[in-house]
């Protein structure tokens, strides 16, 4: 009886094959298989990209051949799904591709229900397996988000893939914290840690799950929004000055404390003016500081990259 289903999404631009693979899988004893296909790499953006546990891609397609392959599906494709090379040719490309991040490969010549279903079932282990340990060092061990050493990575992966992007806008967040060194100074870094998780948790609260938080150092924050207009994120700004705002508690031994705080926000849109990553950091970093040295008494402030340059 079969376990549970298994969304597989074959890249075959050979129909033989592809029917071939289709009907290995469905003799399967042990899985249900739910197989979607295209014929090359570009065409993969008309997927979700979560619709898939693992990716078969064959790799002498009609727009693409080898590693070329595998690189067209990582910039077509925004997600993280185990891949297996399918390949006719010789062992040698297909090690080459798993250098670059495939999990697994199979020879053609060699396809059969139970080598084709051990090697999904080896190349999702060890693709979680990976995953785990990769979460681990890209988490901040204080807040539980993610850490510089992941926005360095993901951005770049978000630039790549809104370069061919015609959707709603995508919008980096850079936040800094006022008044927070005073709290260090008053009650110590420990106490301060506490304030740091606790904004955390408050702004883990306000983001959607498709959103991705960063602490990058420090009392800095910072987040990616996906496909969002600028009058949703002007809502969430409001909101977020709001939840800093509201005073936190610090317990020092038998007293009770409350600590204001405030941040200062800059926001820079990802558009195809972006070129590199360095170049939108720069622009929300511009945008938080205009923010923070224009907000005058406020506690709190934010800035629109775009709408500095227009000015």
């Known amino acids: 009886m ?24 469905s003799k399967s004893k042990t899985h249900t298989y739910n197989v979607s296909t295209c014929t090359s790499c570009t065409e993969v953006t008309k997927y979700n990209a979560s619709m898939f546990d693992v990716i078969l891609l064959d790799l002498s397609l009609g727009d693409s051949f080898g590693v070329h392959s595998l690189q067209m599906l990582k910039a077509n494709y925004d997600h993280d799904v185990p891949v297996i090379a399918i390949t006719n040719m010789d062992k040698r490309l297909a090690l080459d591709v798993l250098d670059l991040g495939a999990q697994d490969f199979i020879l053609k010549q060699e396809l059969n229900t139970n080598k084709l279903e051990t090697c999904i079932q080896y190349a999702m282990a060890r693709y979680n397996i990976l995953k785990k340990n990769q979460e681990l060092s890209y988490k901040d061990s204080l807040t539980g988000l993610y850490n510089r050493n992941y926005f360095d990575v993901y951005i770049k992966r978000v630039l790549n893939f809104h370069s061919n992007y015609t959707g709603n806008g995508a919008h980096l967040l850079f936040m800094d914290l006022n008044c927070f060194k005073e709290v260090n100074d008053l009650f110590g870094h420990m106490y301060g840690d506490e304030v740091l998780k606790d904004v955390g948790e408050r702004l883990r609260c306000l983001f959607k799950e498709s959103d991705l938080l960063f602490r990058i150092g420090g009392d800095e924050f910072c987040a990616l929004m996906r496909d969002v207009s600028k009058a949703e994120v002007s809502m969430l700004l409001k909101r977020i000055v709001e939840e800093v705002e509201r005073p936190f508690t610090l317990v020092v031994g038998d007293s009770f404390y409350k600590v204001d705080i405030g941040v200062s926000i800059g926001v820079a849109n990802i558009s195809s003016n972006v070129v590199t990553a360095n170049d939108l950091i720069q622009q929300a970093d511009c945008a938080m500081y205009e923010a923070k040295f224009s907000r005058q008494t406020a506690r709190s402030n934010y800035k629109f990259y775009d709408a500095l340059v227009m000015a």
Request: net charge negative; aromatic share 8%.
């Open 2 to 25: 079969a376990t549970r289903e298994i969304k597989v999404l074959i890249i075959e631009d050979n129909k033989d094959d592809y029917f071939l693979i289709d009907m290995l899988l």
